[in-house]
């Protein structure tokens, strides 16, 4: 019986042996760790899509820069079902936002997730070259000024909405929680060395191809052509404003990289000959050059510098790499042909991004705020870039449609106080709304520098440097293709140029793209444009009020002044 | 040895068994008779005592005393015991001897402080407790109709805070002893017959005792796992004697307390037409108002529910071996419809002596829990709970259209509520094993030696369909879907203890206690879903029904986790003739939690008591003093309540980080670093200090305690928020494969309080009545916290953040404008056409002009307070407007018997804290996208307003006391965080009101019934609170968003009918 107490006094001591240090070494389960990750560059590489990837994040980029930002502006109205949807963007609309609106700021944190993606494959790349035996060393140095294209691109993006921010050019560590901003001057050197430093090792875009979702040559000069062109118009049209302290007029350096892109031979404006091209919408005939680029058709058109890629992945909402600007911009209802007294509403998309009054008029050349310019007044519809920027009552969307099969429904307009709907990321529902899910996932890629934007800076650099005729000549070049893509024979070519030629340019070609703001803040136009507008949404009584000092800029979140604990501080116009 | 041990088992099984048929089939024991023995039992004035057992012990055999307080029974042989009890009385025993004519006088019972308190690792009469222990009497937890035992605990008490955190059947509930103790979580460790156990899975009938370790020094003894407090369960055991077997039963009907009233169609209509006339609209939608109808879809969404729970326990043995069996099962339907909760309990208690010093036994116990519906995160979600909409949804709108589909509101993108019931097809379940067997020894006087082998097993599956519907443009699905998730779960734990006790000169009495103990646990998961079944049906939402294979969507995920440590711990205790008492413990542990160089952390603590009644000086001078203690404890408990792996950085391979180069489909993968790690990252240490005192007066009928406490969390884990500038942000943990931002134990948080509990218990004649009183106080603070304000919470189209978690504030305290009425017609004047406010704040700016604080603000706006004074209205006007967390808790119970009858009253309340209200949003919206509440319509600022042609459609109303219906949002009247949406939270609730009937036993025993009792009982039947909301127990899922009600799931009103029969 004794024997009893040896047993668990026995298993006591076996269990005390047995519990050393290796009990409790227990490893992530399906998750590898940084030790064990980056052992190559080909794991380091998977860093860099990773950089990419940050670019397809769903609600971010998609919503701020095209519907949020976008929003400010004459041009643009926010939309969607009623005054109350989306309520941060319509607080932009109105100029009423503040630090305090939550969800819409969150492009500040995810613009620094893409740099720091930049910088995880930067702070680690000269370790791995160096031991890894089989890297291909013209591939490291492409990725590398990959990576430094894409670190220059986020800053811009911050720096455009937020001013001079705190550049990231490393790993920011908790050490690093406080830091304040850069000037704006600071930024726009950090992303011009970053550019210039990645242009010579990057690919031409046919040496890409397919592979057009990397970043070119092409990008990287279009990109500091931009950079350039917003430096030279801060530093001119803001004289004295401590915001802007340093910046340059560089026109001419911006006219050379513009044109180094031009004189690549790589891009060409769609259609400029009057080409038509095939495209489901339009088997038979084709469509015009300047329609095609804003179909799916389209994607990585020969006029296509940098396009955000975007697929119908069916990863579902928030996974998909697609696009929610297609739904967002798609409208919300329309109607079946079969149903001719529009008894019964079918459900599109979301209807944001609504064109205003001053939009339409603007492509007849009928805002009345637009002074000396060299176009005379015309039915806007004449202008064939108004159809494909623009939806108006009447007009139709192609459906595919389960019961009725492959028509043109009509659109409903009841509840767009605008009449009018954004078309240019137009899709059929069945391409963005994942046919079987419940999931939106536009499959087209946003355009975000396309060669047409580069002439239109090539024409703006010609002229502030003083070479009107240059300026003239690329001017005439948008304008033909316009014209070419319907052959209305507006726009006509311009015989004189002014500077109020190349604003209207822009707002025309570009129109509906979110540009427009960014646009008239750096030209100083602000005030003048978007200062007495109102909304159709509102009726009469509300006037936008564009604060000069205050609203170029968007403010700060304002958890991230708190999170900073001080060091980054509101411009003045905000506090 | 082994085989007997065996045999042991299952004899009581076979036993236990035989027992269940027996009673099943109605047969009753046979006893085996020699002689009889007739007596009769009286009280101390001489009156016969009807009721009272009378049992030999060591057997099953016992009868009861009749009427005039008479019994018989048989007897064997000369050398049995009888055991006389009753309630209220000192039981006795007395030897039969050859007597065969009795008489017993039982003595009313002087409450005794002898009563045995579980503690960590051992037990301890609770005269001689040195630490903060309540206890709560099991019968008090099966009083009110809960679904599990922690939801039980609300009011019961001193210092414990319990609320569900929504009130659907099967809730979680969060449990907060003595104030926020860690930001990590608040609840505290379960410990059932000894082991780590999930509260959820106990029946409450099961529990034969209940302790809640409150302060460090006794809560230390569980080391890490102590921090939040422990609340350690025994179950029931049986007993040597003749089998007894309880059934309760009880069924109920629940319904909605209370229904917010918002506006019918009519009101709707009149004022969506105000709201077009304001826009200038050319035609209003309702022309006629009076004749839009009415649909109220609370009405609609909520439903008088059934429950029903029934529960029977048999339980007995002999000198040697001793079995308790349970089983219950509750079925409760949610008063939303389309929720419920079904749980399955199973327990078996064997205990086997195979010699005098050694034996066996074994804990088994096994829980299913079933959920329909609504899942938490939906119910607390403004875009997902049909609570809300059914308030927000347009009331003239039918829920069905001609054709019998749902409807969709033609005037904003609100789904409709009776929609969004009716296709939820959730289910999930939870089943869960536990099973427990040790070995006593005891091979000396004093000194025993355990030891205990557990484990553990549960699964759970989730099952999700979703059918083809329309709701709303952005909540639709187009086809058919079914997804599936199985976890698995599994953990063992070895302890090993050995105890001594020890009497010295017989006034030094010496115990000792040490163990260790082992553990490790491991969880894994599974799920997928695949889309595009064949039909709808039941039998088809299986992924083998799915007709399409191509998706993508439909990619099975799957990982896991798992966790290891150890531990030592031991007890020394010493006390002077009971006078004197001291205590100290000691536990270090070590977890796979933490790095290689942090983990270990140690958790002392010591108490001492000194019993001052016991003092010749104090018993002649203050005689009415039955019982007086003094006692301090102090000790350092822990947590490791962060999720594993933290002290590792991880490399995310995830679908966010993918691209696509190739002007294809294909995506090339991404992979980064997705998470800040911290080597460094090490326990949390929480200090705590407590001063109680304990008294008793009048021979202890009245007995109180008070406490004061203190604690101070050091090193509290906290996730430190990377500003946006670090590139960490992460939308929603899921989708980026969890926290991104590094823990580290950066934080301080200090609680402080009071907390007095008073016990009266007395006889009144025939009634006997007592009054339990528990009041606690606490103050909790953050200490300190980085980064030095925590951001959280929001409402949709409230602008910011709701509540800060501040150094040395209150945690998750809610910041906003202070509002000062609206302004009035007199404050403004015309300039330029423009209708301004000029009697406000303002500015100077360069040129000259005034530039207002409210610069499009109008009258019938709210006026926002200037708080600094500058002029303008800035985020340095927001200012504390309430603490979310309750400062004041008290729970009040009182028992009265009278004869037959008894009543129970049970109240409970909490004060001193606020609540934002954020369902107010959208009632007063400005644009009709919404409903609108009914008092907004009829008290809202108004101007004259006239239709095109100038007739006046609406007259002005400026005694309206809600701002002007404002379909620009010109002053953010309701898109601001104001104290506009602060209530006061405080409430007294009659949580239950239970009235029984015992019928007299001398009846019942005659069919074999020992007690019959039948209930009537009635939970959450009165509340008073000044809270406009639904409920003011708005419960919530994160610790620093307290009090946030967006239309929050309220507590049901419970009615109950019930028996308690006891075989």
């Given at each position: 019986m004794k024997k009893i107490y040896s047993i668990p006094v026995f298993l006591t001591m076996m269990f005390l042996v047995a519990c050393s240090e290796d009990f409790l070494d227990l490893k992530p389960i399906a998750m590898e760790t940084e030790e064990t990750f980056y052992k190559d560059f080909d794991a380091l590489d998977m860093t860099a899509t990773a950089a990419y990837g940050i670019l397809c994040t769903r609600d971010i980029f998609d919503y701020y820069i095209f519907m949020g930002y976008a929003s400010a502006a004459d041009d643009v109205e926010v939309g969607g079902e009623n005054t109350n949807d989306w309520p941060q963007f319509q607080a932009v609309d109105r100029l009423q936002h503040s630090p305090m609106l939550s969800t819409i700021f969150d492009s500040w944190g995810y613009c620094y997730k893409g740099i720091r993606m930049t910088n995880e494959f930067l702070s680690r790349v000269d370790k791995i070259r160096a031991t890894d035996t089989k890297v291909n060393q013209a591939l490291v140095d492409q990725r590398i000024a990959e990576m430094k294209f894409l670190r220059a691109f986020y800053h811009f993006y911050l720096a455009v909405v937020y001013g001079g921010v705190p550049i990231a050019d490393k790993i920011v560590d908790p050490s690093m929680f406080s830091t304040p901003r850069n000037s704006l001057k600071e930024v726009y050197d950090f992303m011009i060395k970053d550019l210039k430093e990645a242009i010579p090792y990057l690919k031409e875009k046919s040496q890409l191809a397919p592979n057009y979702g990397r970043v070119s040559k092409g990008a990287a000069r279009a990109l500091l052509a931009k950079i350039l062109l917003y430096e030279s118009s801060y530093a001119k049209n803001y004289p004295g404003d401590e915001r802007f302290a340093g910046m340059q007029e560089r026109w001419t350096e911006a006219l050379q990289y513009a044109e180094e892109v031009i004189n690549s031979g790589e891009y060409q404006l769609v259609g400029i000959n009057g080409e038509r091209f095939a495209s489901w919408r339009n088997p038979n005939g084709g469509v015009g050059g300047y329609r095609w680029i804003f179909t799916l058709d389209g994607d990585n058109s020969p006029e296509s510098i940098w396009e955000i890629q975007n697929v119908m992945d069916g990863k579902g909402w928030t996974y998909t790499r697609g696009s929610y600007i297609v739904t967002y911009f798609t409208v919300r209802y329309y109607y079946r042909p079969s149903d001719p007294t529009h008894s019964d509403r079918v459900v599109g998309g979301w209807s944001f991004n609504l064109p205003t009054s001053y939009m339409v008029n603007a492509f007849g050349n009928q805002d009345s705020r637009e002074t000396g310019l060299h176009s005379v007044p015309v039915d806007p519809k004449l202008d064939p870039r108004f159809a494909t920027s623009i939806g108006r009552p009447g007009d139709t969307i192609l459906v595919n449609d389960q019961t009725e099969g492959e028509k043109w429904f009509p659109m409903s307009f009841s509840n767009l106080p605008t009449q009018t709907i954004s078309r240019k990321y137009e899709c059929s529902p069945q391409e963005y709304w994942n046919g079987r899910t419940n999931d939106n996932e536009g499959p087209m890629n946003v355009r975000w520098i396309r060669y047409a934007d580069v002439v239109l800076m090539a024409a703006e650099a010609a002229y502030m440097a003083g070479d009107k005729p240059k300026a003239l000549t690329y001017i005439n070049q948008i304008r033909k293709r316009a014209r070419m893509s319907g052959n209305t024979g507006y726009p006509e070519d311009l015989t004189d140029i002014s500077f109020e030629d190349i604003v209207h340019e822009r707002r025309l070609e570009l129109a509906m793209e979110g540009w427009r703001f960014f646009d008239l803040v750096r030209w100083r136009l602000a005030k003048k444009y978007i200062s007495g507008i109102t909304l159709a949404a509102l009726g009469e009584g509300y006037v936008v009020d564009f604060e000069e000092g205050k609203h170029e800029f968007f403010p700060i979140p304002y958890n991230e002044i708190q999170l900073s604990k001080g060091a980054l501080v509101q411009y003045k116009g905000w506090q | 040895m082994k085989i007997s041990t065996v045999q042991a088992f299952l004899r009581n099984a076979v036993r236990g068994g035989a027992v269940i048929a027996l009673l099943l089939i109605g047969f009753s024991h046979p006893a085996y008779a020699q002689r009889v023995l007739k007596g009769t039992v009286v009280d101390e004035n001489n009156l016969p005592l009807p009721g009272v057992n009378i049992s030999v012990k060591g057997t099953t055999r016992g009868t009861v005393t009749d009427l005039e307080g008479n019994f018989s029974l048989s007897v064997q042989d000369e050398s049995e015991v009888l055991v006389i009890s009753f309630v209220g009385y000192s039981p006795v025993e007395i030897p039969v001897l050859n007597q065969s004519q009795l008489k017993v006088t039982l003595k009313e019972e002087v409450?005794?402080?002898?009563e045995v308190v579980v503690i960590g690792y051992g037990v301890q009469k609770k005269a001689d407790l040195t630490g903060a222990v309540a206890t709560v009497a099991s019968e008090d937890l099966v009083k009110v109709p809960a679904s599990s035992i922690d939801k039980a605990l609300q009011g019961r008490a001193a210092g414990v805070f319990a609320q569900s955190v929504t009130g659907a059947p099967g809730s979680n509930v969060n449990i907060m002893i003595r104030g926020i103790t860690s930001i990590n979580g608040t609840n505290p460790m379960w410990v059932v017959d000894g082991v780590p156990a999930d509260p959820k899975t106990i029946n409450p009938n099961d529990i034969e005792s209940m302790s809640v370790l409150k302060d460090a020094s006794s809560a230390a003894i569980y080391g890490a796992n102590g921090g939040n407090g422990v609340v350690i369960v025994s179950t029931k055991k049986g007993k040597s004697g003749r089998t007894t077997a309880t059934l309760n039963v009880y069924t109920g009907w629940q319904e909605a307390a209370k229904y917010i009233n918002v506006a019918n169609g009519p009101e709707f209509a009149t004022m969506y037409k105000e709201y077009e006339a304001l826009l200038r609209r050319?035609?209003?939608?309702?022309?006629?108002?009076?004749?839009v109808a009415t649909y109220n879809y609370q009405d609609l969404i909520f439903r008088t529910a059934p429950m029903q729970s029934y529960d029977l326990g048999i339980s007995g043995g002999t000198d040697k071996s001793t079995y308790y069996f349970g089983v219950g099962y509750l079925t409760q339907e949610g008063i939303l419809r389309n929720s419920s909760y079904d749980k399955l309990t199973v327990r078996m208690n064997l205990d086997q002596k195979l010699t005098g010093w050694f034996r066996v036994g074994e804990n088994m116990s096994f829980g299913r829990q079933i959920y329909h519906g609504y899942q938490e995160w939906q119910l607390l979600n403004e875009y997902h709970t049909p609570i809300l909409a059914a308030l927000n949804y347009h009331p003239f709108v039918p829920p069905y259209d001609t054709t019998g589909n749902w409807s969709f509101t033609p005037?904003?993108?609100?789904?409709?509520p009776v929609a969004s019931v009716e296709l939820l097809h959730h289910k999930s379940q939870n089943n869960s094993g536990k099973l427990s067997v040790f070995a006593v020894l005891e091979p000396i006087k004093g000194l025993s030696y355990e030891n205990k082998i557990t484990g553990t097993a549960s699964f759970g599956i989730t099952d999700d369909f979703y059918p083809i519907y329309f709701i709303t443009p952005s909540n639709r699905n187009p086809n058919s879907k079914v997804y599936k998730q199985s976890d698995w779960y599994y953990d063992w734990l070895w302890q090993h203890r050995v105890m001594y006790n020890v009497t010295l000169a017989g006034v030094h009495n010496i115990s000792a206690m040490a163990g260790f103990e082992a553990g490790y646990a491991k969880g894994e998961y599974m799920n997928a879903t695949r889309w595009d079944l064949i039909n709808e049906s039941r039998e088809m939402r299986y992924f083998n029904a799915s007709q399409n294979d191509t998706l993508l969507s439909q990619l099975p995920n799957g990982a896991g986790n798992e966790s290891s440590g150890y531990s030592y711990y031991g007890r020394l205790g010493y006390d002077y003739k009971g006078i004197f008492l001291a205590q100290a413990n000691f536990r270090r542990d070590a977890s796979s939690k933490f790095g290689p160089r942090k983990r270990f952390g140690n958790f002392p603590s010591f108490s001492l008591g000194f019993k001052f009644s016991e003092l010749s000086i104090v018993k002649e001078k203050v005689p009415f003093m039955s019982f007086g203690k003094l006692r301090y404890g102090w000790g350092k408990v822990g947590n490791n309540a962060i999720p594993d792996y933290v002290y590792f950085s991880t490399i995310g391979v995830l679908d966010v980080y993918s691209y696509s180069f190739d002007n294809t489909t294909t995506e090339a993968l991404g992979a980064a670093p997705n998470k800040l790690a911290n080597l460094s990252v090490a326990w949390e240490g929480e200090v705590t200090q407590n001063l109680g005192l304990d008294l008793g007066f009048f021979g202890n009928k009245l007995y109180l305690t008070a406490e004061l406490f203190k604690r101070y969390n050091e090193g509290m884990l906290m996730e430190v928020q990377a500003p946006g500038y670090a590139g960490w942000i992460v939308r929603s943990s899921y989708q980026e494969g969890g926290v991104a931002n590094p823990i580290a134990n950066v934080g301080n948080i200090s609680n402080k309080g009071i907390e007095i509990s008073a016990d009266w218990k007395d006889k009144l004649g025939k009634l006997s009545y007592s009054v339990n009183f528990n009041f606690t106080y606490v103050n909790t603070k953050a200490g300190e916290i980085r980064p030095d304000t925590i951001f959280r919470g929001s409402a949709k189209g409230i602008n910011g953040y709701l509540t800060r978690t501040i150094n040395g504030q209150p945690i998750g305290e809610y910041y906003g404008f202070i509002t000062q009425g609206l302004f009035k017609p007199e404050d403004a004047d015309t300039i330029n056409n423009v209708i301004v406010i000029t009697n406000q704040p303002y500015t100077i700016d360069n040129s000259g002009n005034k530039i207002y604080a409210q610069p499009k603000a109008k009258p019938g706006d709210f006026r926002f307070k200037d708080v600094n004074g500058d002029g303008r209205i800035t985020d340095a006007d927001m200012v504390p407007m309430g603490n979310p967390n309750p400062k004041y808790l008290f729970g009040m119970n009182i028992n009265l018997e009278y004869g037959w009858f008894d009543l129970s009253v049970f109240l409970q309340g909490v004060a001193g804290n606020k609540i934002f209200n954020a369902t107010k949003f959208y009632m007063f919206n400005m644009d009709g996208a919404f409903n609108w509440s009914a008092d907004y319509v009829k008290n809202h600022y108004r101007e004259n307003i006239y239709d095109r042609a100038g007739n006046l459609l609406f007259p002005e109303n400026h005694a309206g006391k809600y701002p002007r219906l404002d379909p620009r949002n010109e002053n953010n009247n309701f898109s601001t965080i104001s104290d506009f949406y602060m209530e006061d939270g405080a409430y007294l609730r009659l949580k239950n009101i239970q009235l029984g009937i015992t019928i007299p036993q001398v009846w019942t025993s005659r069919i074999g019934i020992e007690r019959f009792r039948f209930y009537v009982s009635a939970s959450n039947l009165l509340t008073f609170t000044r809270y406009s909301g639904y409920d003011p127990e708005v419960g919530s899922s994160d610790l620093l968003v307290r009090g946030l009600d967006k239309a929050a799931y309220p507590q049901a009103r419970i009615y109950t009918v019930g028996l308690n029969v006891n075989f």
């Open positions: - | 409450r005794k402080l002898d050319r035609r209003f939608t309702f022309p006629n108002p009076d004749t005037l904003g993108n609100t789904g409709n």
